[in-house]
Every structure is written in structure tokens, then in C-alpha cells.
């Protein structure tokens, strides 16, 4: 593997486990009823709401579960899983 692939390949992934880090994050600051004024509690909201917001229209929330973050999560995490699975095969295959 180009070692250029495997620095974007990492890179990624680092992105992809910041971002569920984010959403475990909101979902945790809102099942403890966490004050939302505060300046890194509303960087967190920013970061997440563009992938919430559209969610929310399909699952809702409960009033202390943030049901729509933690579907979030997993898919993500099914869709990265079977993405590096993927290209793990294409890779040992192409060999």
C-alpha cells in the first residue's frame, strides 16, 4: 500500500472517531441535563447539529435520550467498519 494511502486512510479514520467521540459527547451532556451556555457544550451542538437536525425528522428523541446521536454512532461506525474492511480485500487481492 502507497504510503501516501495509508496517511489518508489514517487520517480518516481519526475524523470519523472525533466526530462519534462528539456525538457520544452530546449525548451524554444532554442525558445529564448539561447547561448548553457553556462555550465548549455549544461547540460540541455546532459540530453535531448539521448531521442531528435532519435525523430528528425521522427518529425522535426522548425527553432525556438523544436517541438520533446514538444511531448516529453506529451507523457510522458499521459504515467505516466495512469501508477499511473493503479496501483491506481490494488491497490483499490486487497483490
Known sequence: ???????????AGIVVSLFSLALLLRFLLQLTQTNFFNPIVQTIVKITNPVLQPTRRLIPSTQYLNIPAITIVILIKILWLQMSLNLEIKLYVSK
Open 1 to 11: 500500500m502507497q504510503p501516501t494511502t495509508e496517511a489518508i486512510i489514517y487520517l
